[in-house]
């Protein structure tokens, strides 16, 4: 199995780390493009080492970065049954690579927060709610992405973390109405959900967007 790597941060306090920030990137990018964010979200998680995997495959259709998973660019439906697959698919090196932090770092999922942009929000929130409930991670922020859920949510033998979706109200790749759903599908199945759209924003995270997902990192610091 591909094992990822990418840029790291250590915590911004020194010292060993005892929280995690993970970021995944959007398709055809790369670990470097999230890890830009990391000096926003270390003050409010100063023992946090801050962690961007590169995705496991080039994205051959971009012509340069990486993929979480392909996407078919034919129709709506054919886009929607290619990342149904593919976070499926990509599930597995995910949760290896969250395994080996773990034991590497001794940091627990309590303390790990699993973050996302498009196509990586897609990963963040299917594998962040896939997890078993000694594995609930301390939050999942999925930006400019949906949710594919994994099987079994909505039931109780899966953990339920805190969740954070930020969307751009012009985003014209990924359409924003994803996120509008997903967080009625969360709320209606008792997840705790921090919702925020960015108005005349696109496929991007605003500074209003970056403020919105700074609470929720500043309140889950915090308990």
Excluded at 8 to 17: D, E, I, R, W
Excluded at 21 to 45: E, K, T, W
Excluded at 102 to 120: D, V, Y
Aim: charged share 15%; hydrophobic share 45%; net charge negative.
């Amino acid at each position: 199995m591909t094992k990822l790597s990418g840029p790291m941060l250590a915590p911004a306090q020194g010292g060993a780390p005892d929280a995690a920030i993970v970021l995944l990137h959007g398709y055809g990018s790369d670990g470097n493009d999230l890890i830009a964010m990391a000096p926003r979200f270390q003050p409010l998680l100063p023992g946090a080492l801050v962690v961007s995997p590169h995705a496991p495959e080039p994205a051959g259709a971009a012509g340069y970065g990486y993929q979480w998973f392909p996407i078919a660019w034919d129709s709506a439906a054919q886009r929607l049954a290619s990342r149904q697959a593919g976070v499926t698919g990509a599930r597995p090196v995910l949760l290896e690579f969250l395994h080996d932090l773990w034991a590497q770092t001794g940091i627990a999922p309590g303390r790990t927060i699993l973050a996302g942009f498009s196509q990586g929000a897609m990963m963040a929130l299917h594998v962040g709610l896939s997890l078993p409930p000694e594995q609930q991670l301390m939050g999942v922020i999925g930006m400019s992405g949906a949710l594919l859920p994994p099987e079994g949510f909505g039931g109780g033998k899966l953990a339920r973390p805190p969740i954070c979706l930020v969307h751009g109200d012009m985003d014209d790749v990924v359409d924003p109405n994803h996120s509008a759903e997903a967080n009625a599908l969360l709320t209606e199945a008792g997840y705790e959900v921090a919702y925020h759209v960015s108005r005349g924003v696109g496929h991007g995270v605003s500074p209003d967007g970056m403020d919105f997902i700074a609470g929720f990192i500043a309140r889950l610091a915090e308990k």
